[in-house]
């Protein structure tokens, strides 16, 4: 589904990612995890397409179509989707006719005719149950005066409304309290299928002990230096990233 | 408890002036009055070349003609100012000394009065000195100290006898002669002021510094400062003033330029206290200054910070060309009027290259029937892409008798710039006085405290000595403004 | 002097008003003689002051010098309108359900206009002239201000129309003016608004031309608001590219009345000058001023606002908005006076532009004139575009740029469209909104190319 060839990203002339490899297969949960700044956001960026990160080197294939070529949009649209470290707020602009407007044209590109209001109040109902997200926000502006738990749930109301191939989740759990962390988990449980996959960005095993990752990845200096399965998230805990930084370094020398 | 605002503003207004003194050393003083042959005089006095008074002669030129129009802009009328009243001239008659030990003893005594001693070995660690009586630098410390590195720091006078080619190079290229009535005035008759060159990649290892004092009666003081920053290099630059308390008014119309080349930077700092006039308005110094610097270089910088507490007139906008891509442009500003001051002053930050920025901080104090107003403006020329400002301007009121206003110009010919102006204007809450009473402040102390803490982003930018120094001013200026 | 225009026009006006008044044709009916003074007082200060140049501080980055270039003639001869009645229907605002007055060339066209209700009284002509509230107001409010463009309304204009709010009106009123003309025309319009204690009332002002002559238009609007007024007031301009706007309203509240006012400026006027002055002369009275502008060609809108705060206890909140298309510049200056004892003021200001191409222009001048010091005073005003981050963010919610932008760009003037208090306004003018923006030229911040690839 997803395929990362030695990516290399620069922001201002500053080089951030240094040769990120990586391959995402459908129905697959793939974690990162590394220090901060480590570069987990900016790969996360460039993934979605944020113009103020200039690609240097590497490819990036998303279903056999090359990523990086493709405007956001289009990328949001071929089924990828970024839920944001730090959500932006939108003044002025409904919740509603931004996430009408978002499904309609994502629906237009795959030559599917728009949703009635019916059939879109419908789902969107449903896909609040799914996320438990308080209705009354809807009618706000986007993430406008959201506290940071409840942009962060807005984002997995997006991500449900949306049923995108792909999802990146960038620290999605942070600023969340128990409760919401374990509803984010069972959100994303409930719409994992054989035909979609999650890159979930995080610092924390707690959320890896409600989505069981396939794969988790520690991300350090703009490289994915260590791979493993889910007891790599619990390692990391215990004991930090030293140990690691040092064993890449001892292997270096 | 406190007491009537009445109370209040007596006890304000009756604050002295610390240094009103008058010195009574030996003067050269020129007769009243303005012609040809007065700006002659001046430029034969200083036995300067030719170049240089012939483009005296074109400042008086303009002067004449722009002064039929006097300016009508300003937040006040204008005071009739009779220009043919005023001496253009005035010097402490010692001349040509070799070393401080020449100077006029009364003359390092009034420095020393006021804080400034010129005595290298009792100076303040760091700081080098060029002190204006009148009209002529009396000294200059450090000299030598300076010259090792190459920086050149003198007297204006000096400047044109040995450095005439620099003087030449820059002089008028920032603020030229036309530029308004005052800087006209300047051209045509100024006395003496500060020369500043940093060489190139040079950072200047100490403060710069110039303490000016007007102390003849019916003179002017008219002088000008230059100060260039070569590619790399940095200077931090402080300027004080003080004059003597007089009935009459006294008229200072100074120049200072500012150019910083590619890399360079230069921090201009003022703590103007000039003899503000007595409660009632008599006398005080009318203080019209034209302060303008370039960011002429790549990624230059030039920073501009002022306290003004002093003057009956202030008339002052130390502006920023930034004319290099990735320039930066600052300027800082606490200005305290009371009595019957007042004060329009701000600046203007003239974007010109692309990925310029600027910031503008300033803040307001009026109090007793005095009138404070902050004049700025924002420009950004067509060409100048990614151009960014901020402005905060704040007004703080004491006492229903004055007045705070604010005339930001915000002028954008460039879709790509993204400039924010906030303002506001308030009088101190009376929630902030009760806490700091209920912690045991009295009210002055909590109006000063509060009043520092309103200055402080502008209090911080000063360089260590004068932040103090500042800081001991605008308590003074306070003292006794709350019951 | 050179703080004043003189210009071929101004002679034509000056020869135009001795000829008249020489011929007993300056207006065509007679004006009571305290009146008359006025007229003849306005004259006179015109005919010495002329019109203002850059030279003067309210004119700074308003030069009338090109949009005053040609002759308007005057007085103008409206010609025959084919299907008035189709283009009143065409232009009526969907859903408001107002009473409609309808004004062509400045004077009232009964015939096109709807039955008013009892509650309002529509006087004109000789019946304007001779009201017990004529002598009270007419000139004593826009005239003190020392406008030499309202010295020449009150010089030329033929009469004026006195709007009197006896009781709250149970529907909006619409005041439609239409302009249509042969040639160049100089139309100077006025009218004078009285609204009586404890009445509320909704207006909309509409603006709009049937022919493509150049014109000159010069409306001054004098509006008195007794106590416990409440009125909302909608200016909709939607001249052509061929018309020079001029207007001036003076308003006075008194106390614990509140005014709204939506000042709204659509393309294509070439010239748009808005005086926009409100007076709180009562204790607890409130005036909000809002204003959304949107320039296209080279459109020049220039809305000059005060806020006058002259007693204690009011507050004021004053927000415009602006969007500058193609070669369009905008001119905002906002004055906030707080006078002498004004104790309790509440006084609050914003300005925000975007720039939506490379030629477009702002000039914008927030100013606070505080001379009492219990109040809360702020402004604040930004220049800038679309915030970047926010238009990443819709596009990877899969929105085209286009759409995204237009969302920004409506949720930009929403800010003020909201504050309409009557729906079907609030609809008409973000529809006008939709219809004026060119998301295909509204530039970006960044070019919006897909993500850079450099091929090593
Ligand atoms: N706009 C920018 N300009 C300059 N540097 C940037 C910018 N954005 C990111 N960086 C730098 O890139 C590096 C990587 O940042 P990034 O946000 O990708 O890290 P991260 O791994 O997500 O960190 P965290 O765990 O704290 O979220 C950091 O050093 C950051 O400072
Ligand atoms: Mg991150």
Request: proline share 4%.
């Amino acid at each position: 589904m997803l395929l990362i060839k030695n990516l290399h990203a620069q922001i201002e002339g500053k080089p951030i990612l240094k040769g990120i490899d990586l391959e995402v297969r459908p129905g697959e949960i793939h974690a990162i995890m590394g220090p901060n700044g480590s570069g987990k956001s900016t790969l996360a960026a460039v993934l979605a397409g944020n113009e103020q990160y200039e690609v240097t080197d590497g490819e990036v294939w998303f279903e056999g179509k090359n990523l990086l070529e493709m405007p956001p949009e289009i990328r949001a649209r071929e089924g990828l989707f970024m839920a944001f470290q730090y959500p932006v707020e939108i003044p002025g602009v409904s919740n509603i006719n931004f996430l009408k407007t978002a499904i309609t044209e994502i629906r237009a590109y795959r030559g599917l005719p728009p949703l009635s209001a019916k059939e879109f109040m419908q789902r969107l109902k449903e896909k609040q149950e799914l996320v438990e997200f308080n209705a009354s926000l809807v009618n706000r502006s986007l993430n406008e005066g959201f506290s940071g738990g409840e942009k962060k749930r807005n984002e997995i109301l997006q991500l449900a409304m949306l049923e995108p191939k792909l999802a990146i989740l960038d620290e999605t759990d942070s600023g969340l309290d128990i409760d919401a962390i374990r509803i984010v988990a069972n959100g994303v449980n409930k719409l994992r299928s054989q035909h979609n996959a999650f890159i979930i960005i995080t610092h924390y095993q707690r959320l890896l002990q409600y989505i069981i990752p396939d794969y988790v990845h520690v991300q350090y200096d703009g490289r994915i230096i260590k791979s493993g399965t889910k007891e790599l998230a619990y390692e990391l805990e215990e004991r930090g990233y030293d140990w690691i930084k040092e064993s890449v370094q001892a292997s270096l020398e | 408890m406190p007491t009537t605002d009445q109370d209040i503003l007596q006890q304000y207004a009756d604050q002295d002036y610390a240094f009103g003194f008058e010195t009574r050393v030996e003067m050269d003083i020129l007769p009243p009055g303005l012609n040809e042959d007065t700006v002659r005089f001046i430029s034969a006095k200083k036995e300067e070349p030719e170049w240089l008074l012939q483009w005296r002669l074109k400042g008086l030129e303009q002067f004449r003609r722009l002064s039929k129009d006097m300016p009508e802009w300003q937040n006040f009328k204008l005071p009739h100012i009779d220009f043919q009243a005023i001496s253009y001239y005035a010097a402490p008659k010692k001349r040509k000394l070799k070393s401080l030990d020449e100077v006029d003893p009364e003359i390092l005594a009034t420095f020393e009065k006021l804080g400034i001693p010129l005595e290298e070995q009792k100076m303040l660690a760091g700081v080098a000195v060029d002190a204006v009586m009148d009209s002529v630098s009396v000294a200059t410390t450090f000299q030598e100290k300076l010259k090792e590195k190459g920086i050149i720091f003198c007297s204006m006078g000096e400047a044109v006898k040995h450095y005439p080619d620099l003087v030449k190079k820059y002089l008028g290229t920032v603020v030229p002669y036309s530029d308004n009535v005052f800087a006209a005035l300047n051209a045509a008759v100024f006395s003496d002021g500060s020369f500043c060159y940093i060489p190139k990649g040079v950072r200047c290892p100490m403060e710069l510094s110039t303490y000016f004092r007007i102390n003849a009666s019916n003179t002017g003081q008219f002088e000008r400062t230059l100060i260039i920053a070569d590619e790399g290099a940095y200077v931090s630059y402080l300027e004080g003033c003080t004059a003597p308390k007089r009935d009459e008014n006294q008229l200072h119309a100074a120049v200072v330029e500012l150019i910083a080349l590619d890399h360079a930077e230069i921090k201009y700092s003022t703590v103007q206290n000039w003899f503000p006039g007595d409660k009632n308005g008599n006398g005080g110094v009318f203080n019209f200054v034209t302060k303008r610097g370039i960011c002429k270089g790549p990624h230059s910088k030039i920073s501009w910070t002022q306290v003004e507490t002093g003057s009956a007139i202030t008339w002052k906008y130390p502006s920023v060309i930034l004319q290099g891509d990735y320039s930066v442009g600052e300027f800082y500003s606490v200005a305290m009027t009371r009595n019957h001051q007042i004060a329009d002053t701000g600046t203007k930050m003239i974007h010109l290259g692309k990925h310029t920025r600027s910031r503008i901080i300033s803040k307001g104090i009026s109090a007793g029937y005095s009138q404070n107003s902050y004049r700025g403006q924002v420009r950004v020329g067509a060409r100048a892409d990614h151009a960014r400002n901020f402005t905060q301007c704040d007004s703080l009121l004491i006492g229903d008798k004055c007045g705070a206003h604010t005339f930001p110009y915000i002028d954008c010919q460039n879709p790509t710039a993204i400039l924010e102006h906030e303002a506001t204007t308030s009088k101190i809450a009376e929630d902030q006085i009760f806490y700091l009473n209920q912690r045991g402040l009295d009210n002055e102390k909590a109006v000063a405290l509060i009043v520092n803490g309103y200055a402080r982003e502008v209090l911080n930018n000063l360089p260590m000595e004068f932040a103090v120094e500042a800081q001991k001013l605008l308590a003074i200026s306070l003292d006794g403004s709350v019951g | 002097m050179n703080k004043s225009i003189f210009n071929s026009f101004y002679h034509y006006l000056i020869d135009t008003y001795q000829q008249l008044q020489a011929q007993g044709q300056l207006t065509p009916f007679s004006w009571p003689a305290a009146l008359l003074t006025h007229k003849q007082h306005a004259f006179e200060k015109f005919n010495e002051q002329g019109f203002p140049s850059t030279k003067q501080e309210d004119w700074k980055y308003t030069n009338l010098a090109a949009p005053l270039q040609q002759i308007y003639q005057f007085p103008v001869v409206s010609p025959a309108y084919p299907d008035l009645k189709a283009e009143v229907q065409r232009l009526t605002i969907p859903h408001l359900q107002a009473y409609r007055i309808v004004l062509l060339n400045g004077r009232f066209e009964p015939s096109l206009s709807d039955q008013l209700p009892e509650s309002m009284g529509w006087h004109t002509d000789a019946d304007a002239l001779h009201h017990y509230y004529a002598e009270e107001y007419f000139a004593s409010l826009a005239d003190v201000t020392q406008v030499p463009l309202v010295w020449l309304n009150t010089a030329f204009v033929p009469g004026f129309h006195l709007l009197h709010i006896r009781e709250t009106v149970d529907r909006p009123i619409h005041v439609m003016h239409l302009y249509a003309t042969q040639q160049p025309a100089f139309i100077p319009e006025r009218l004078l608004l009285v609204a009586e204690e404890g009445v509320q009332v909704q207006i909309t002002e509409s603006f709009h031309q049937l022919t493509d002559a150049p014109t000159f238009i010069n409306y001054v609007a004098e509006q008195f608001l007794k106590e416990k007024v409440a009125m909302d007031v909608y200016l909709i301009n939607q001249l052509h590219a061929q018309a020079a706007f001029f207007h001036h309203s003076e308003i006075y509240l008194h106390s614990q009345s509140t005014f709204h006012h939506l000042n709204c400026c659509f393309p294509e006027a070439h010239f748009i000058r808005n005086n926009i002055n409100a007076r709180l002369q009562g204790s607890q009275s409130e005036a909000n001023l809002w204003g959304i502008y949107l320039g296209n060609q080279q459109q020049l809108i220039d809305n000059h606002t005060i806020v006058d705060h002259q007693m204690p206890s009011c507050n004021s909140n004053e927000w415009y908005k602006g969007l500058l298309q193609e070669k369009s510049t905008g001119v905002f200056n906002g004055k906030i006076f707080v006078e002498k004892g004004a104790q309790q003021t509440n006084a609050f200001q914003k300005n925000n532009t975007i720039l939506l191409s490379q030629e477009a222009t702002i000039h914008a001048k927030p100013q606070l004139e505080i001379f009492a010091d219990d109040v809360k005073c702020s402004h604040g005003s930004t220049v800038g575009q679309m915030q970047e981050d926010a238009l990443f963010y819709l596009r990877t919610r899969g929105l085209s740029e286009r759409t995204a932008k237009q969302l920004l760009l409506e949720a930009f003037a929403f800010d003020i469209v909201s504050k309409a208090q009557n729906q079907a306004m609030e609809d008409h003018i973000m529809q006008l909104i939709r219809d004026h923006l060119d998301l295909s030229a509204a530039i970006l911040p960044q070019s919006a190319s897909p993500a850079h690839v450099r091929k090593t």
